[in-house]
């Protein structure tokens, strides 16, 4: 049964841990309880959209299309060749956008407020 539809565990997986991450990152359980019936429900909430998140999510739709279209519509979790020039340099250039798109702005680290 795993085997068969472990797609849809990982989704879930997914999902519940950016749930659970919620209240670490909140100030009380209020605040907690608050976005995540903001996100529920679709309600306003968000003052400054981080237009990279688009630039992301439109980079992560081609690349999936793309491994589905080269897997003949197989699952695209398919380990990366390093061992060839172009696993190099997929990798290489995966890095390089991951840097150039890096938010580095001034909001202090998950746990930095702590101490």
Do not use: C, Q
């Not at 009380?28 to 608050?34: A, I, N, P, R, Y």
């Not at 400054?48 to 630039?55: E, S």
């Not at 439109?58 to 197989?74: D, P, S």
């Amino acid at each position: 049964m795993y085997e068969e539809n472990y797609e849809s565990y990982i989704i879930i997986t997914v999902i519940l841990i950016n749930l659970l991450w919620i209240p670490f990152r909140s100030t009380d359980v209020s605040m907690s309880l608050t976005v995540i019936g903001r996100i529920i429900t679709w309600a306003a909430g968000l003052n400054n959209f981080y237009v990279y998140t688009l630039v992301f999510g439109v980079l992560l739709v081609m690349v999936e299309g793309y491994a589905l279209i080269k897997n003949g519509g197989n699952t695209p979790i398919k380990p990366l060749n390093l061992r060839s020039f172009h696993g190099k340099f997929v990798f290489v250039t995966m890095i390089l956008i991951m840097m150039m798109f890096a938010y580095f702005g001034n909001s202090a680290f998950i746990y930095g407020s702590m101490f």
